[in-house]
């Protein structure tokens, strides 16, 4: 790791084309000539670095998204070493304060892998984004930003923002990514301005480096890097990253080299392609991987000498750990069944649907209630009633896809949504469900039978108005007979 030096890294490629372009925010972009001069059918990977405060980054990495949706992006937003007053990107012509440069690699040669390092763990309650603007944050539970910082972290911090307050990101999932925001400028109005773009509705958190994940899974990591050809790694991790872990940072570094030769460069943002997007990350440690050959190097990671972590320090960051995964199960979980409660399920349609508007993607819901359940208790006890939701329960979470969400909405009914599927999908699953559920067996109980309501989501649809559905196509479905579906 280098400080207040000039570094110059050069790669060397046999059978890829590179190509470079800068591009100043101040004036008009045509993405159609971007593309006409960068992009081509074998291009791999654009590697793109910007300026990092006056730039809107993350809306360009969208709209580079929709032109080249296929083709992986890495690298960084430039840093001052935290004094946040100005930044720069320059090639060998010009510079800019407000814009990037994209270089493409093309080539039928080219293999590129790229994933990222995160290992902060959310601590403390979940607080919805009330007002924001773009990249700027007024309020969260409708409280303003900077009494919540106070409140959570002290007064001393408030005083330096926003580099005193870097080991402490605030934390949300983006579909399968976790991703970090760090604030980057105190704004007027009580407000700070982060790295990245906030909506409406989002859901955040705090955060704390999990020094444990960081020190004790070196090893697996690099194991499951392994199995990619690797000639090059383009390493770009975020400053406060390195503000708090100091030499620590190096670990995860030795392993990206141990790989390959390494280059990069501490960042104010980091670039990432996720399933659907582009992204701009934070306190992170991306990397892309290259190599124009598919042979698979022996490698080995580098012993590095092990700097000593205070065991005090590892401790307490393992305590609130766990006390913070206890606290989180009790208040997110049904404590009968062990699924997700109806407060967590609100949380996760919400995000569906908000994803579904954004991606134009495609989930389904079905909601299900146990047929006669109150005859169950009534004539075998609440103690049997008791055995007959919890088996239920993982029939359900057995015969679902790992990525779709189940719920105990309440009393004997249960929800899930079912992720990126059409109606023919999610009437597959409903059958799967109702043929698992009929083979339930519970002490001399006659067979457990189930109704349901079934819809997908529909172009505008809200909360409120996908529950309406499925939940008036269950009540249709238990006045048909029960043991059946009705799509809504």
């Given at each position: 790791?280098?400080?207040?030096?000039?570094?110059?890294?050069?790669?060397?490629?046999?059978?890829?084309?590179?190509?470079?372009?800068?591009?100043?925010?101040?004036?008009?972009?045509?993405?159609?000539?971007?593309?006409?001069?960068?992009?081509?059918?074998?291009?791999?990977?654009?590697?793109?670095?910007?300026?990092?405060?006056?730039?809107?980054?993350?809306?360009?990495?969208?709209?580079?998204?929709?032109?080249?949706?296929?083709?992986?992006?890495?690298?960084?937003?430039?840093?001052?070493?935290?004094?946040?007053?100005?930044?720069?990107?320059?090639?060998?012509?010009?510079?800019?304060?407000?814009?990037?440069?994209?270089?493409?690699?093309?080539?039928?040669?080219?293999?590129?892998?790229?994933?990222?390092?995160?290992?902060?763990?959310?601590?403390?309650?979940?607080?919805?984004?009330?007002?924001?603007?773009?990249?700027?944050?007024?309020?969260?539970?409708?409280?303003?930003?900077?009494?919540?910082?106070?409140?959570?972290?002290?007064?001393?911090?408030?005083?330096?923002?926003?580099?005193?307050?870097?080991?402490?990101?605030?934390?949300?999932?983006?579909?399968?990514?976790?991703?970090?925001?760090?604030?980057?400028?105190?704004?007027?109005?009580?407000?700070?301005?982060?790295?990245?773009?906030?909506?409406?509705?989002?859901?955040?958190?705090?955060?704390?480096?999990?020094?444990?994940?960081?020190?004790?899974?070196?090893?697996?990591?690099?194991?499951?890097?392994?199995?990619?050809?690797?000639?090059?790694?383009?390493?770009?991790?975020?400053?406060?990253?390195?503000?708090?872990?100091?030499?620590?940072?190096?670990?995860?570094?030795?392993?990206?080299?141990?790989?390959?030769?390494?280059?990069?460069?501490?960042?104010?943002?980091?670039?990432?392609?996720?399933?659907?997007?582009?992204?701009?990350?934070?306190?992170?440690?991306?990397?892309?991987?290259?190599?124009?050959?598919?042979?698979?190097?022996?490698?080995?990671?580098?012993?590095?000498?092990?700097?000593?972590?205070?065991?005090?320090?590892?401790?307490l960051t393992h305590l609130i750990k766990i006390t913070t995964d206890e606290l989180e199960q009790i208040s997110t979980h049904d404590s009968?069944?062990?699924?997700?409660?109806?407060?967590?399920?609100?949380?996760?349609?919400?995000?569906?649907?908000?994803?579904?508007?954004?991606?134009?993607?495609?989930?389904?819901?079905?909601?299900?209630?146990?047929?006669?359940?109150?005859?169950?208790?009534?004539?075998?006890?609440?103690?049997?009633?008791?055995?007959?939701?919890?088996?239920?329960?993982?029939?359900?979470?057995?015969?679902?896809?790992?990525?779709?969400?189940?719920?105990?909405?309440?009393?004997?009914?249960?929800?899930?949504?079912?992720?990126?599927?059409?109606?023919?999908?999610?009437?597959?699953?409903?059958?799967?469900?109702?043929?698992?559920?009929?083979?339930?067996?519970?002490?001399?109980?006659?067979?457990?039978?189930?109704?349901?309501?079934?819809?997908?989501?529909?172009?505008?649809?809200?909360?409120?108005?996908?529950?309406?559905?499925?939940?008036?196509?269950?009540?249709?479905?238990?006045?048909?007979?029960?043991?059946?579906?009705?799509?809504?």
């Amino acid at each position: 790791m280098q400080e207040e030096t000039i570094l110059l890294s050069f790669s060397l490629f046999e059978k890829t084309v590179l190509r470079s372009k800068l591009y100043d925010f101040d004036e008009n972009i045509s993405l159609d000539g971007l593309k006409k001069e960068l992009i081509f059918e074998d291009t791999k990977a654009l590697i793109i670095f910007s300026d990092g405060l006056k730039s809107d980054t993350e809306l360009f990495l969208n709209k580079l998204h929709d032109i080249c949706p296929d083709i992986m992006i890495a690298g960084g937003r430039a840093g001052d070493n935290s004094a946040f007053k100005e930044t720069f990107v320059f090639n060998d012509k010009n510079s800019t304060d407000n814009g990037c440069i994209i270089a493409t690699l093309s080539g039928d040669a080219l293999i590129v892998n790229a994933d990222y390092l995160l290992n902060w763990t959310a601590i403390g309650k979940e607080m919805v984004v009330t007002k924001c603007k773009g990249n700027i944050i007024y309020e969260l539970d409708g409280i303003d930003i900077l009494d919540v910082y106070e409140k959570y972290l002290g007064k001393d911090i408030i005083a330096d923002l926003p580099s005193s307050c870097m080991s402490f990101p605030l934390i949300m999932q983006k579909d399968s990514l976790c991703v970090a925001r760090d604030p980057v400028g105190v704004v007027e109005n009580k407000a700070l301005a982060f790295a990245g773009h906030f909506e409406k509705g989002d859901r955040v958190r705090f955060s704390f480096a999990n020094i444990g994940d960081l020190v004790d899974n070196l090893e697996k990591h690099f194991n499951k890097l392994l199995k990619y050809p690797s000639e090059a790694v383009y390493i770009y991790s975020c400053l406060a990253r390195k503000n708090l872990l100091a030499e620590k940072l190096q670990d995860e570094l030795n392993l990206l080299a141990s790989l390959a030769n390494s280059a990069g460069f501490f960042t104010y943002g980091e670039f990432f392609q996720s399933r659907d997007a582009n992204e701009l990350l934070n306190v992170t440690t991306t990397f892309m991987i290259l190599s124009e050959s598919k042979i698979l190097s022996k490698r080995s990671l580098k012993t590095i000498p092990k700097l000593a972590v205070d065991p005090i320090k590892k401790a307490l960051t393992h305590l609130i750990k766990i006390t913070t995964d206890e606290l989180e199960q009790i208040s997110t979980h049904d404590s009968l069944t062990g699924l997700y409660n109806r407060a967590e399920y609100i949380k996760a349609i919400e995000r569906s649907t908000a994803s579904a508007q954004r991606y134009d993607e495609s989930f389904g819901l079905i909601l299900i209630d146990i047929d006669h359940f109150k005859l169950i208790n009534d004539n075998y006890g609440h103690v049997i009633g008791d055995k007959v939701l919890q088996g239920l329960a993982k029939v359900l979470q057995k015969s679902i896809r790992s990525d779709d969400f189940l719920a105990r909405w309440g009393g004997e009914e249960f929800v899930v949504i079912a992720r990126h599927v059409k109606m023919n999908e999610l009437e597959k699953l409903v059958k799967k469900l109702q043929r698992n559920i009929n083979k339930i067996k519970i002490l001399d109980l006659p067979k457990i039978t189930a109704s349901y309501g079934v819809t997908v989501y529909k172009d505008g649809d809200r909360n409120e108005s996908l529950f309406k559905r499925v939940d008036n196509a269950l009540y249709v479905a238990k006045d048909s007979g029960r043991n059946c579906y009705i799509i809504g």
